[in-house]
């Protein structure tokens, strides 16, 4: 069964205290892991697409790696206003139902000035 | 600004009512998606349109049915409501046909009394 799990639910960070999220799937016929972030009320903003093992991307101070099995979202110096859901998704080819979008429950970010 | 266009943002109805919400892509995307959001089950992909056509088909129930029309909106319809369906239901456009950058509305969150 398709499965995209992330952890922690939940973080508490110092301000500047760097820190990672993981997201792990098992999905056959993977075409693509997309990291989002999401604010409270907001519909999620799009960050990062990684396509392939080894891939990594950055945006300020944020950081996107993926594996074969899993992804991890590096946050570094995190500032409050980095404070949001933070959501992986992975694309997998379907067949006849097209290709399908999973996302992960997320995890809660809290950064403490 | 997403540039996703949600109506309506709240919707209050009762248990076996019936309601349409209603989605506006981005100019120029030929995709729109629908995503249903509760608390205990993160974002569930229901559909996905692509220039007026089914393109792909995640767990949507019977009760719950979707058109894109010429001008590139969408609609979503619930009828036979039930308390379960109470959730923020999101609408983000594309491009193409695949999946991968998603641009989010704002959502409309419903509730079923």
């Known amino acids: 069964e398709d499965q995209v799990t992330q952890s922690p639910e939940a973080l508490r960070l110092q301000e500047g205290e760097s820190s990672s999220l993981n997201c792990s799937y098992t999905v056959s016929g993977l075409r693509g892991l997309f990291w989002y972030r999401q604010d409270p009320g907001k519909g999620p903003e799009f960050l990062f697409t990684?396509?392939?093992a080894g891939e990594e991307k950055e945006k300020e101070r944020l950081k996107a790696t993926l594996t074969k099995k899993e992804s991890f979202l590096h946050i570094t110096a995190p500032k409050p206003e980095d404070s949001a859901t933070y959501l992986c998704?992975?694309?997998?080819?379907?067949?006849?139902?097209?290709?399908?979008?999973?996302f992960g429950t997320g995890t809660s970010l809290t950064v403490i000035p | 600004d997403s540039g996703v266009t949600q109506t309506p943002k709240h919707l209050i109805t009762a248990t076996g009512q019936r309601v349409t919400l209603r989605c506006s892509p981005r100019?120029?995307?030929?995709?729109v998606y629908w995503y249903q959001q509760s608390l205990d089950q993160g974002l569930q992909f229901l559909i996905q349109?692509?220039?007026?056509?089914?393109?792909a088909k995640g767990n949507i129930l019977e009760r719950f049915s979707a058109q894109q029309f010429p001008d590139l909106h969408s609609e979503l319809n619930l009828s036979s409501l039930e308390l379960g369906d109470s959730a923020l239901y999101f609408c983000?456009?594309?491009?193409?046909?695949?999946?991968?950058?998603?641009?989010f509305g704002e959502g409309s969150r419903l509730t079923v009394l």
């Open positions: 983000a456009s594309s491009v193409g046909p695949s999946p991968g950058e998603l641009f």
């Open positions: 998704a992975v694309q997998a080819n379907r067949g006849n139902t097209g290709n399908q979008f999973y």
């Open positions: 990684l396509y392939s």
């Open positions: 349109y692509y220039n007026g056509e089914e393109r």
């Open positions: 100019s120029g995307d030929l995709s």
